[in-house]
């Protein structure tokens, strides 16, 4: 028996609209099937704009919730060490409470550096309406708008000058892996907020 064989043993008022192919590339709306909210991870080195990007979308998309990290740091890590552990902790905490929240069918943007790739791979394998964004921009320009923000959504201030002084900075001390396949690359320092929020909203209607 295949799925459509099975889609169509259900009462009309049960589906709005159902074609079946043999491939299944045709969409399905069901009403009563739950579906999982949207998860969009923004990446990028500090200071490469994430914050601003995810407060944009907010503002264009207020049904999604902000995940920032250093917001979470406060709470979780309120005098944190950025060890290579605690840094395993917080992110799989992060990753665990985006997934519980896609999974009640909330959508969500993750503000957070996530300096390893195997914390991004973790919230691809676990949530299936997933995209990346890597925002790409020149380490000089990130340091340069981080020496002049105003507003840093509870990051540390001054960070670069402290990865210059040891402390364990993604692009500095710390590695910073760049994603291999990421949904959405875009040149930060080149793209007007306007055009970013109209590449990233062109993935939303896919997932």
Known sequence: MTICDIL?????SAYETIS????YDSLVVMKGIKMSGIAL???GL???GKSTVADALKKAHPEFIILRMDEMRKVVTPEPTYSDSEREIVYRALVYLAKTLTDLEHSVIIDATGNLRKWRELARQLMPRYAEVYLKCPIEICME???HRIETHKAPKDIYKKGAAGWPVPGTVAPYEEPL???IVIDADKTPIKDIIAIIENTIARL
Request: net charge positive; aromatic share 10%.
């Open 8 to 12: 169509k043993t259900f009462p009309i």
């Open 41 to 43: 991870w923004i990446t």
């Open 46 to 48: 500090p200071g490469s």
């Open 145 to 147: 708008r981080e020496r």
């Open 181 to 183: 396949n990421p949904g």
């Open 20 to 23: 079946c192919k043999k491939n």
